[in-house]
Nanobody
C-alpha cells in the first residue's frame, strides 16, 4: 500500500484541521490504519488507529478531540482534529499495518510522507 498524506497547515489553538491519507492498492479495505506524529526533538508516537473492522483506539493526549474514519470506497482515511493545542504541533504520518487486538498493539508496515501541523497561540 502506498500512502499520501495531506491537509496539514498552520492553525490557532482551539481550531480544527482534517488530515487525509489517500492510499493506492486494491486491498486497502483489509488494512488497519494508524496515524503517528513527531514533534520537534521528540520521539515519533502513535496517536490513533482504525482497524479494517472499524474499531478505533486513541492515545490519551488526543482522546475526545481526534476522530479517525475511513472511506474504503475512496481509499481514504481521515484524521479529524478538533480543539487543537500547542502541543499537537508535529509532523503527522499516515500508516497502514496490523492491529493486534489481543495485545492492543499496532505494527505499521507502510508509511506515507509526513504532513506538518502547526498550532499557534
Amino acid at each position: 500500500v502506498q500512502l499520501q498524506a495531506s491537509g496539514g497547515g498552520l492553525v490557532q489553538a482551539g481550531e480544527s484541521l482534517r488530515l487525509s491519507c489517500a492510499a493506492s492498492g486494491r486491498l486497502f479495505s483489509l488494512n488497519d490504519m494508524g496515524w503517528y506524529r513527531q514533534a520537534p526533538g521528540e520521539q515519533r508516537e502513535l496517536v490513533a488507529t482504525l482497524t479494517s473492522g472499524g474499531m478505533t483506539t486513541y492515545k490519551d493526549p488526543v482522546k475526545g478531540r481526534f476522530t479517525l474514519s475511513r472511506d474504503d470506497a475512496k481509499n481514504i482515511v481521515y484524521l479529524q482534529m478538533n480543539s487543537l493545542k500547542l502541543e499537537d504541533t508535529a509532523v503527522y504520518y499516515c500508516t497502514a499495518g496490523t492491529f493486534y487486538s489481543g495485545s492492543n498493539y499496532y505494527v505499521p508496515r507502510s508509511w506515507g510522507q509526513g504532513t506538518q501541523v502547526t498550532v499557534s497561540s
